[in-house]
């Protein structure tokens, strides 16, 4: 790779991939359409979610060891082919809860998970003079995906019952085709930059002296990670910083349908498609911002963002202009932590093994993507049946204020790790 390369290809090929990926966002919208279809609580339409999250997050740790190794290319072609696959599987097992969870929720995550991490890694490389910004534009796609994906889905759906063994298996079909093509072609756009490399007119700063001497380590493997207590911070931060978003995202389109219909002035997917747009602005946002006022400063940020909108949007919903507003502040705020903790990482950790490092940090996401929807989903199903929706909504997201708190207080306390090389 003697000759020039324009690095900023990687971020389109990012883009391209990452707004296929972020179609795990429109969950909410396929849910309503499945329980009146197959007569299934919310328990079950909401478990494909919770199983694509956590595969999702298997597949990272995998992904970001292999292609830390083999390159992104392969790794991200993997992951193509396993969501088309996933989503030509889904539309014959859609009636099916297990079927649904194997084939959206099992095979979908995998692919998802394969697919995400290559650009994040590739793009952290190719920028090493930007990471906040660049991870922030390269991972806008995940989060504004539904801006597009929920609006399609819900018209390829439709409104009618009597159509939906039609337009259901129709509209997995129509997905699986557009993520082979699309996954798997931008896949085949990436490439890892020759050793030493450094963008022009940019030189990396001097490592640090350590206390004793020696040179602060630089490049961390992942057991040398692990063996910092900053590593448990990042991955409690990402957690609670995560709660927020996921709960709010599967809840997004429920929460406007039965709190919020009588004002409504567009329906529950375009809703959706608005919040998503807020989460893709706000991956690039909120990078960028770390990159002039830090990290520590913006996550705190992110966390009073939230705070403000559990207690003074998302509870006591009384109109659909208020629960989108509140919708619309979470993803913004979301979107930045998907942009935020791959930066972190690279920061305390090198962008040497970013991939397999990254991974393991995002298990945060997964674990929290499968335990704690699934929680609040079982806190208001129970209102829900004795009466009163609104107070498991409210119950909810007092809750998730709770935990912004917690995630303050552990940002205040995180500093850089050292460790002698």
Not at 66 to 77: C, R
Not at 349 to 354: D, L, M, T
């Amino acid at each position: 790779m003697a000759e020039k390369v324009n690095r900023w290809k990687f971020v389109y090929a990012a883009l391209a991939m990452q707004l296929c990926l972020g179609v795990l966002y429109s969950w909410s919208v396929v849910r309503p359409v499945l329980e009146t279809a197959n007569g299934w609580d919310k328990k079950i339409s909401i478990a494909p979610f919770r199983y694509s999250l956590l595969f999702f997050t298997v597949a990272m740790i995998i992904a970001g060891f292999w292609q830390d190794k083999k390159g992104p290319k392969l790794v991200g072609s993997v992951g193509g082919v396993l969501l088309g696959v996933g989503c030509f599987l889904s539309a014959v097992m859609w009636q099916s809860p297990m079927g649904l969870n194997f084939a959206y929720g099992i095979l979908g995550g995998l692919g998802v998970g394969f697919a995400y991490v290559t650009p994040i890694a590739t793009c952290v490389k190719w920028f090493p003079d930007k990471r906040g910004t660049i991870v922030g534009l390269a991972v806008l796609g995940f989060g504004a995906g539904s801006l597009i994906f929920a609006p399609v889905i819900e018209a390829l759906l439709g409104s009618d019952p009597t159509v939906y063994a039609t337009t259901i298996p129709r509209t997995f079909g129509i997905l699986g085709v557009v993520f082979l093509v699309v996954v798997i072609g931008a896949a085949r756009m990436f490439d890892v930059p020759p050793a030493g490399y450094k963008p022009e007119g940019w030189n990396p700063p001097d490592a640090a002296p350590a206390a004793g001497g020696g040179v602060v380590k630089v490049n961390f493997t992942a057991g040398e990670m692990a063996k910092t207590w900053q590593f448990y911070a990042l991955w409690l931060i990402y957690f609670f910083g995560t709660s927020v978003g996921i709960t709010a995202i599967g809840q997004a389109a429920p929460l406007v349908k039965e709190l919020a219909a009588a004002s409504a002035v567009m329906s529950a997917g375009a809703a959706l498609g608005i919040m998503s747009a807020f989460n893709g602005v706000g991956r690039l946002a909120w990078g960028a911002t770390s990159d002039k006022i830090g990290r520590k400063m913006t996550t705190i940020a992110m966390f009073v963002c939230y705070i403000v909108a559990c207690i003074f949007l998302l509870r006591n919903v009384t109109s659909f202009g208020q629960a989108l507003a509140g919708l619309c502040v979470v993803g913004f705020s979301y979107g930045g932590y998907l942009a935020m903790m791959p930066a972190f990482t690279a920061d305390y950790y090198g962008a040497k093994n970013v991939g397999a490092n990254y991974g393991i940090v995002f298990t945060a996401w997964g674990v929290c993507g499968f335990v704690v929807p699934g929680y609040f989903a079982g806190v208001v199903a129970a209102a829900k049946a004795a009466g009163n929706a609104a107070a498991g909504y409210n119950t909810t997201y007092f809750t998730l204020a709770g935990f912004c708190v917690v995630g303050i207080v552990l940002t205040l306390i995180l500093k850089k790790p050292v460790l002698n090389d």
